[in-house]
């Protein structure tokens, strides 16, 4: 039988993202189990993580099982993923052991690898998780490389709990300031579950050089036609916000200077008014505001929005532990 992985969730159906929200919000009311007695997984982060880290440990705890962290290349070796490379820099060993020696030890193995940003069209290929799904025989649960899946079902749980249902919901996933360029994940997920969701979906950037990757476009319109939703882009602010229902704020670098951001630093400097304020959210359909975190604040959102009753961010953050619950138990073959 084929190993089923967890690296975007377009690999499951409606019904099977609906049915893990389910059980995700089981979890919220039976918080532990013996789910995952015996079981175990490997959390590996080539980035830094809090809420990704805390919430699989804790998740992987409250059902019995255990969690190992490891940051390859800080406290385990670094790791060579090119076939055929000689291998005389600085990885000490190759994916193809890694992987196959973690799928002996554990039940899962979880990994969070983020672009380079340095050439889009490699990264948009997304070979390191890639190659753990080749070579280990356990299922992968992506943490983050260019989707962030998990935050995807801890988003759509948190807009239920919020909003009810979502279909025809109007959502706004809008571009905000950072002083550095970020990953397009979240952004491209945000979009994938909106549109899955069938929310008549909004993509609110600063120009064109800011839309997504049509990968994540395509899937998003493709969504939408199936889920009775829509998918527009628009570079109007004002005229964007009016009558929302969800407005979700996230900062990434404009993918055509992918590789010379020096040059994309005085364009995204000019447009440091998207971040989201008391302004702004007022012309909203009273919407709820959300992030994934981590979010500076007075850059991406203002202090008034992160403080307000509308911003469920850290609903949002807590559902990481329920959801993740789900998926360890779904791919364990316990629930
Ligand atoms: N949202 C999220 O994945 O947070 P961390 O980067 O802290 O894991």
Known sequence: MKLRHFITTQDYSRAEIDALLEQAARFKHAPTGKQ???????????????????????????LGGHAVVLSPGKDAWPIEFELGKVMDAEAEEHIVEVAQVLSRYVDLIAVRAF???????????????????????VPI???????????????????????????????????????????????????????????????????????LDPRYMELGRLNAKRHGGSLTVSHHIEETYRGAHMVYAKSWGALPYCGRWEQEKPVRDSYKHFMVDKAKMALTEHARFSHCLPLRRNVKASDAVMDAAYCIAIDEAENRIPVQKAVMGMLTGRI
Not at 41 to 55: C, D, E, K, V
Request: hydrophobic share 45%.
């Open 36 to 62: 995952l007695v015996g079981k175990s997984i490997a959390l590996l982060f080539f980035n830094p993580s809090m809420r990704t880290r805390t919430s699989f440990e804790l998740g992987a705890f409250q």
């Open 115 to 137: 672009p380079k940003l340095q050439n889009w069209a490699l990264d948009r290929q997304d070979r390191l998780i890639k190659a753990f799904a080749h070579h280990a025989t």
């Open 141 to 211: 649960i992506n943490m983050e490389t260019i989707t962030h899946p998990c935050q995807e079902l801890a988003h759509a749980l948190v807009m239920k709990e919020h909003l009810g249902q979502l279909e025809k919901k109007k959502y706004v996933l809008t571009w905000t300031y950072h002083p550095r360029p970020l990953n397009t994940a979240v952004a491209n997920s945000a979009l994938l579950m909106a549109t899955r969701m069938g929310m008549d979906v909004t993509l609110l950037c600063p120009t064109p050089e800011y839309v």
